[in-house]
């Protein structure tokens, strides 16, 4: 199975929206809402953000949102705040119940 | 509160094999619906999904480390743990412990950095 699609990098500015895409295939993102995404700040365990494609688990703010059309899914971060800066990363569920990641997003906050 | 935390040896020789363990605190691994996992990071690079099993022992692996990979689980020491054999360089990485929720990690450990070299 081939790692999900993300951008290498994305910014904006404090207060800007920004989306981050994640293409799989028709085995993977386009099969199952089981989507899911994380943060990463550097030297820090990954934290999940969303989950099942848009559940927002408790404590997360609700600046993060999520989405999925056909094969690609998409993280949005709306009102960014400097504490955004970090790596993100989708995972999706495929071949039941095989997980897959995507490559990771850098993201940074002008 | 839920809390995972990885143990086991940080520096392994090539063509060994690796054996870790998350103990699991504050719930138990028994729960149903749960399965527990285990991802991995090289340095620098992004996450890799390596397995999970469920409570009951049932275990998915990942295709690209299905050979060399074996879960299992202790419920009466609420702890799972990963065996990887024959490793390389290309094995060193952060190894995370999870609890996946319908393929979702919630919980993670800390993560222990494994280093494959003679």
């Known amino acids: 199975q081939s790692a999900l699609t993300q951008p290498a990098s994305v910014s904006g500015s404090p207060g800007q929206s920004i989306t981050i895409s994640c293409t799989g295939t028709?085995?993977?993102?386009?099969?199952?809402?089981?989507v899911s995404w994380y943060q990463q700040h550097p030297g820090k365990a990954p934290k999940l953000m969303i989950s099942d494609v848009t559940n927002r688990p408790s404590g997360v703010p609700d600046r993060f949102s999520g989405s999925k059309s056909g094969n690609t899914a998409s993280l949005t971060i709306s009102g960014l705040q400097a504490e955004d800066e970090a790596d993100y990363y989708c995972?999706?569920?495929?071949?039941?119940?095989?997980?897959?990641f995507g490559g990771g997003t850098r993201l940074t906050v002008l | 509160q839920l809390q995972l935390q990885e143990s086991g040896p940080g520096l392994v020789k090539p063509s060994e094999t690796l054996s870790l363990t998350c103990s699991v605190s504050g719930g138990s691994i028994s729960s149903s619906g749960f399965h527990w996992g285990w991802v991995r990071q090289p340095p620098g690079k992004g996450l890799e999904w390596i397995g999970s099993?469920?409570?009951?022992?049932?275990?998915y692996y990942s295709p690209s480390l299905k050979s060399r990979v074996t879960l299992s689980v202790d419920a009466s020491k609420n702890q799972f743990s990963l065996k990887l054999i024959s490793l390389t360089a290309a094995d060193t990485a952060v190894y995370y412990c999870t609890r996946e929720d319908r393929s979702a990690s919630d919980y993670w450990g800390q993560g222990t950095l494994v280093t494959v070299s003679s």
């Open positions: 099993i469920s409570y009951s022992g049932n275990t």
């Open positions: 028709s085995s993977d993102v386009g099969a199952y809402n089981y």
């Open positions: 995972g999706s569920q495929t071949t039941f119940p095989s997980v897959v």
